[in-house]
């Protein structure tokens, strides 16, 4: 069963940067793409990122104004999500998960996504 653990989350000023890490165990083949997605309070949970793992190919969501950046370890086990410019708009708990399909429809689409972590508190304070 496949395990996925963020981390790096924290409480930072705005203007600050983090980068959040997903690390997988368990799976038994390699997953097409490993996706972020954030939920903020009183907000519906939003697509962030995701990266393809065979090429490193990457999608942002459109509103994200260039801060973020994915990108994967060689084993292809960690994915990574930096963050830059912290807002505190972006305030909310960010979460990896598994696209397994191989195909990219549906890459920004939450129900494409089969297997998800618990995820990491991001605050940013201003």
């Known amino acids: 069963q496949v395990r996925l653990e963020e981390s790096g989350g924290g409480l930072v000023q705005a203007g600050g940067s983090l980068t959040l890490s997903c690390a997988a165990s368990?799976?038994?083949?390699?997953?097409?793409?490993v996706g972020w997605f954030r939920h903020a309070p009183g907000k519906e949970r939003e697509f962030v990122s995701t990266?393809?793992?065979?090429?490193?190919?990457?999608v942002y969501a459109d509103s994200l104004e260039g801060r973020f950046t994915a990108s994967r370890d060689s084993a292809k086990l960690k994915v990574f999500l930096i963050i830059t410019n912290l807002k505190p708009e972006d305030t909310a708990t960010y979460f990896c998960?598994?696209?397994?399909?191989?195909?990219?429809?549906?890459?920004?689409?939450?129900?494409?996504?089969?297997?998800w972590g618990q995820g990491t508190q991001v605050t940013v304070s201003s």
């Open positions: 368990g799976r038994s083949f390699e997953p097409y793409a």
């Open positions: 998960a598994e696209k397994q399909s191989y195909s990219d429809y549906g890459l920004t689409e939450e129900s494409a996504y089969r297997d």
């Open positions: 990266i393809t793992l065979t090429d490193g190919n990457t």
